[in-house]
């Protein structure tokens, strides 16, 4: 005997991203802003002074990706307990990627589901971490391993916030755009090429703008990275070994992904999908922000086990986001394992 549970229905998850100024947020419930000490001394009192809500409370969990764990997620569920939240409360994620996916994953299980919007004040969050819905924690096996997709009510980039993001984080934020234009818009990414993002503020407006377009439409394709929206993993699945295996103190986010990038480029180079001049290209493109192109592989054999980890991974089997010339990418699940560890042993040799 078979009974069927029919639940076909249509949801509507869409939400707006509002780029410009922070505009008054107004809410007619109790609310909940997540930071840490240190966006919180820059930028608090400006979302204060923006914020009218029945009641506000505010959470501090400390800076860094090495706090981004379930233990933190329960501190902040903790608080809303305390607080005696409802269904109809709200999360206020203010800070970078890691409070923006621990507050939204922490709203996805807060009695089963409340709403949380992004305020995204690095330049990484901005552009990648705050739009898509992905949110999560990391554990001792890997990166984002424990999460869900679950979208926010809205997004609001206001990017004066940049003005005291330090340099490191800057070019940690230049990585995730160079992959996006890499991946997706070759015109973008020579744009960003030709440009000093550091320097010229109006570029830098549109620049943003131009990465969010693009995610956007990666993810109103496919929300839950069933096909295309993988490709924006581009760099992580090496970028996010090199993390686990520095117990995500040693580099920021960014910077893991523009050495992921760089791997990815070799395999990419020994497959026939770019050529020497490429690969040499992004390199200096990405020394260009002092972004870290190298890194010391101690044990190839560990670092490729650890790829099946990965979230693509099925089946034993590992999908490589690789480049295919600029703007376009190639999805390779048939890479054999001794053309991986090849590429791995050169950097094991720390020759490239």
Known sequence: MTIDITLKQTVDNSYPIHIGPLPKLEFATKVAIVTNPTVAGLHLAKVMSQLT????????????????????AEYILDRLFEHKFDRKSLLIALGG????DMTGFV??????????????????????????????????????????????KAVYIDTDFLKTLPSREFGAGIAEMIKMGMMFDKGF??????????????????????????KAEVV??????????AVLNYGHTFGHVIEQETGYSRYLHGEAVAMGM??????????????????????????????????????????????????????????????????????RSDVPAETVKSVLTLFAKDTH
């Open 53 to 72: 809500a029945k009641e506000c409370y505010i959470i501090t969990v400390p800076d860094g990706e090495e706090h981004k764990k379930l233990a933190t």
């Open 97 to 100: 990627g890691v409070i923006g």
């Open 107 to 152: 709203a996805s299980m807060y009695q089963r589901g409340i709403g949380f919007v992004q305020v995204p004040t690095t330049l990484l969050s901005q552009v990648d971490a705050s739009v898509g819905g992905k949110t999560g924690v990391n554990n001792r096996f890997g990166k984002n391993l424990v999460g869900a997709f679950y979208q926010p």
């Open 189 to 214: 990414f020579e744009s960003l090429e030709a440009t000093d993002l550091r320097r010229d503020n109006a570029a830098l407006a549109t620049a943003i703008r131009r990465c969010v377009e693009l």
């Open 220 to 229: 109103s394709q496919d929300e839950k990275e069933k096909g295309v929206r």
């Open 262 to 331: 760089v791997m990815a480029n070799q395999l990419a180079l020994n497959l026939g999908l770019i050529d020497e001049a490429m690969a040499k290209r992004m390199v200096d493109f990405l020394r260009r922000y002092n972004l870290p192109v190298d890194y010391a592989i101690r044990d190839v054999d560990a670092f490729y086990t650890m790829f099946f980890l990965d979230k693509k991974s099925m089946d034993s089997k590992i999908t490589f986001i690789l480049p295919d010339g600029i703007g376009g990418y190639a999805m």
